[in-house]
């Protein structure tokens, strides 16, 4: 008997990306040859200091700063808790009250950070509404800085590119007025590394943040900017690695495959965002063209980043759909990773003025390297019916429901 075989379709590279087999390369020698610590002195922490050392100094010409800027950490999330939980000890330190300033659409590892500081009293707080898009205009920024209290600084932070609706945001503008009113401007630029091209100097942001497994490099690895004369106290004591900003030995295979990732991304960006755009164009048309009571979530255009389209669907369980979805061989996401299984509605799409049933139907497509004009036929003609069996098992539930009482 014929059998088919089921597809293996991966739509889900904002959570995250294979690790590029050139990037797999230049890991496996540190792992095993060049091993050594690189805070050693001796010949094997020479060698594994000359590749830390190489790496930083290659991934502050991409970036566009001083190599001394740039702190290795674990991963994203550490690098936002260290901008924030630094910016805020720095600025207590010089006699103030720190002040956060961010949103709700922010990912959680900056939202929760700065509400958790501001519940312990460490730091007050603003949070900035975002439109319908999810974005926030500078002159909303601007009234969100009038608020801080005299005796306080603010911190502002808000991503470059948002992880559940892909919607861009004018960094630089608010890096500006961020500086008008004396602020420290920390960005997570995450989700837009690979994807957009990051020049620290034109944008002019004080603290920055990268992870590697967003753009084919490794998991487990981050980055932060610091810019030069913040002195930052370390989130965490220990040893005096990092300029004492980052205190741990350092993990010189995943830092050299981060680096190597991102200068593979640097190098075929234009070609590849240009079929990504397209990819995810044919994304956007088709789903709204064929599934019923569909909307695009978030920016249009260059608004939004090249591979990402999400979407609200009227009457779904993304859980449920995101199941059906499974079974036929595609991988998607409902919006972050970090909430996948959550019943409750995302606080992005709440934050943007979605309600709650809404919200809770929301569909993340994200294309990569690898995706196809055939992958992204077979999703078009997936997807529709996928919707159409929630939806009826939905419907006869509630019919069900309704006839018990
Ligand atoms: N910030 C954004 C915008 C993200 O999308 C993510 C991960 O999804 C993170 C931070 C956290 O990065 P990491 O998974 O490296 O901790």
Redesign the pocket.
């Known amino acids: 008997m014929a059998t088919t075989r089921r597809p293996s379709i991966y739509l889900d590279h904002?959570?995250?990306t294979p690790t590029d087999p050139r990037v797999v390369e230049v890991m496996l020698p540190l792992f095993t040859d060049d091993f050594g610590n690189p805070s050693s002195s001796h010949n094997f922490g020479r060698r594994a200091a000359n590749h830390l050392e190489s790496a930083r100094a290659t991934l502050a010409g991409l970036l566009n700063c001083k190599p001394g800027e740039l702190v290795f950490t674990g991963?994203?999330?550490?690098?936002?808790n260290l901008a924030l939980r630094g910016a805020a000890a720095l600025i207590a330190k010089q006699g103030k009250t720190p002040h956060f300033i961010t949103a709700k659409s922010?990912?959680h590892?900056?939202s929760h950070t700065a509400a958790q500081m501001n519940e312990s009293d460490a730091a007050g707080l603003t949070w900035l509404d975002v439109d319908s898009r999810g974005m926030i205009t500078p002159d909303a920024l601007r009234a969100g800085l009038q608020t801080v209290p005299a005796g306080s600084r603010p911190i502002v932070s808000i991503?470059m590119?948002?992880?559940e609706v892909g919607t861009i945001q004018p960094i630089r503008e608010f890096v500006q007025v961020t500086h008008e009113y004396g602020g420290l401007f920390h960005c997570?630029a995450?989700?837009a590394a690979g994807q957009l091209p990051i020049d620290i100097r034109d944008l002019d942001v004080d603290l920055l943040?990268l992870?590697?497994?967003?753009f084919y490099g490794p998991?487990?690895v981050?980055l932060l900017f610091i810019r030069d004369g913040l002195e930052l106290p370390s989130a965490q004591t220990g040893g005096g690695q990092e300029n004492s900003r980052r205190a741990g030995t350092h993990n010189t295979p995943l830092i050299v495959g981060m680096v190597k990732a991102l200068e593979l991304a640097y190098a075929d960006m234009p070609e590849r965002v240009a079929t990504y755009t397209r990819l995810r164009d044919r994304l956007i048309d088709g789903v709204l063209s064929r599934v019923p009571m569909s909307q695009l979530s978030g920016a249009h255009g260059s608004d939004r980043l090249p591979n990402h389209a999400s979407f609200i669907l009227e009457s779904i369980d993304a859980n449920a759909l995101l199941m059906h979805l499974d079974m036929a061989g595609i991988a998607a996401s409902s919006g972050?990773?970090?909430n996948t299984g959550n019943p409750a509605p995302s606080d992005v799409l709440l934050a943007m003025g979605y309600p709650p049933e809404l919200a809770l139907g929301s569909l993340r497509l994200t294309v990569g390297k690898s995706t196809t004009d055939d992958e992204i036929d077979y999703v078009l003609d997936t997807l529709p019916k996928a919707v159409d069996r929630v939806r009826s098992v939905r419907e006869r539930q509630f019919t069900m429901k309704v006839g018990q009482t």
């Open positions: 904002a959570a995250t991963c994203g999330t550490e690098s936002d922010e990912h590892a900056v991503m590119a948002n992880n997570d995450v989700q943040a992870t590697g497994h967003k998991k487990g981050g972050s990773a970090c």
